[in-house]
């Protein structure tokens, strides 16, 4: 499995919806860990959003450039409009911490979870929340 965690160009997560990261760090699940494998420019970032906020075209374009990586799972503090177009192809997670090393931990610690979510669907993934440092609460997505 691969994440992929939406940041800006220091590396720490935004206080924005995902499609708004300027990179994404792609990351894997071996052997009980997660390690970096490469960052990502987000081509789709900068799109005319004037008349409608979270355009279905961009979450599109950044499904389809995340699936051609092998991306299953999101990673990002926050999920616009097109998160019931999103949990049909990736496990959405929602973080609090600015701080990639700290999701990778609580991450790691609980991995189990999302595993299991994605060898159990197929589409219409649960919203994980990673809350206090802890994978606490799933809630199921708006259908």
Known sequence: MKCAFAVDHENNFLDQHFGEAQNFMIYSWENGKLNFREKLINPHRIVNEKNSHGIAQKGKDII???EKKGVN??????????LSLVNQHFIPVIISESQPYKVIEVLEKHMSWIEDEHCNKNGNYMLFRVKHGVLKSQIRTAE
């Open 64 to 66: 389809r450039l995340l």
């Open 73 to 82: 799972i999101l990673i990002s503090k926050q999920f616009g409009p097109n």
